[in-house]
C-alpha cells in the first residue's frame, strides 16, 4: 500500500511541478492581497524586513545576472545549458531562496508575523514539485554533468565552498537589471502598498477613537 502511494506521488510530482512553474508569478498574489489587507507597518518592522528583502533581491540579480532571461520562462525547457558559477556554485536554487527571503521580508514589513507560518508552508508546497521537475528536466538534459553537481553543492542551504567545475558564464549588471525589471518593480509597489495602506489603516482607527 505505502509503496502503490509513494508510486503515485512519483508519477504525478513532475505534472504538478510543471504546473506550478507555470503559474508561479500568479501563486502570490492572493498572499499579497492577505498582507496588504493586514498590514500594519512601524518603522521598526519596514527596517528590520528591508534586511532580507533586500538580501533576497541581491541574490536574485546575482543568479540572474549569470543564468539571463531563462529564469523568466514559463517552460522548463528554456535552460539552453547548465550554470554553475556565481551563486550556483554555492547553492542549486539561488533564485528561490531569493524568493523566500524577500517573502519573508515583505512579512516583517508589513508587520505580519503569523503570516511567516503560511509563507513557509506554502513555499514548500509549491516549490519542492517545481524543484524535483526541473532535477529531473536538467538529469535529463545535461547527463552526469548534472548529477555530479547536484551531489557537490546543496539544494537550499548555502556552502561557503564554491564548486569545483564552475561553467565559463559570465556575470552582466545589464543583463540582470533587464531580466529582474519586473520583479523589482512588483517589490516597490507592493512596499509602497504595505506601507501605504498600513498608514491609511493607522489614521483611520486613530480618527474613530
Known sequence: MAQSITSCVSRFTPAIGRLLFRLRSLTAIPFILILIYFSRPTLTSALVGAIPLILGEFLRLWAVGYAGGATRSRSLGAASDL????????????????????????????????????????????????????????RDFCGP?????????????????????????????????????RTLTAIVCVVGLILGVGRLVHWFTGSLN
Open 83 to 138: 550554470v554553475t558559477t556565481g551563486p550556483y556554485a554555492h547553492v542549486r536554487n539561488p533564485l528561490y531562496l531569493g524568493n523566500l527571503l524577500l517573502s519573508l521580508g515583505v512579512c516583517v514589513i508589513a508587520n505580519v508575523y503569523w503570516m511567516i507560518i503560511v509563507l513557509l508552508v506554502g513555499y514548500f508546497v509549491q516549490y519542492l514539485p517545481i524543484i524535483a521537475s526541473e532535477e529531473a528536466y536538467l
Open 145 to 181: 554533468a548534472y548529477q555530479t553537481y547536484y551531489t557537490a553543492v546543496p539544494k537550499f542551504i548555502p556552502r561557503l565552498r564554491s564548486y569545483a567545475n564552475p561553467s565559463a558564464h559570465s556575470f552582466s549588471f545589464a543583463r540582470a537589471l533587464k531580466a529582474e525589471k
